[in-house]
């Protein structure tokens, strides 16, 4: 039986995942996949692994959140204040 941060992990290592396939695959919200994602990240340099993030991004002008340093899904972007941002997509590499 493995926690759930080794499932995120171990799906992380499958494919480029974001939040909401993270919760839809192991049932849990998409608010509890960024809880984890700190300690996640972490655990993984711990161990000499890296997460990719490929930063949120806003549909409808591209810019880039790249200076987020909390792995969270804006809510609004600060060009042009639209609220459809396309979320952050996790790695490993
Ligand atoms: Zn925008």
């Known amino acids: 039986m493995s926690t ?3 499932q995120i ?3 992380l290592g499958e494919e480029e995942c974001d939040a909401r396939f993270i919760s839809q695959s192991l049932g849990i919200s998409e608010k509890a996949v960024y809880d984890h994602m700190p300690h996640i990240i972490q655990t993984l340099s711990a161990q000499g ?3 990719k ?3 949120a991004s ?3 002008c591209g810019f880039e959140f ?3 340093r909390r ?3 804006p809510s609004r972007c600060p060009r042009c ?7 952050p997509k996790f790695r490993l590499k």
Do not use: A, G
């Not at 204040?81 to 979320?87: C, V």
């Open 58 to 60: 806003c549909v409808s």
């Open 53 to 55: 993030i490929n930063p």
């Open 4 to 6: 759930i941060r080794e």
């Open 49 to 51: 692994k890296k997460l």
């Open 9 to 11: 992990i171990s799906l």
């Open 71 to 73: 792995p969270s899904k």
């Open 66 to 68: 790249k200076d987020r």
């Open 81 to 87: 204040k639209s609220e459809r941002i396309d979320p």
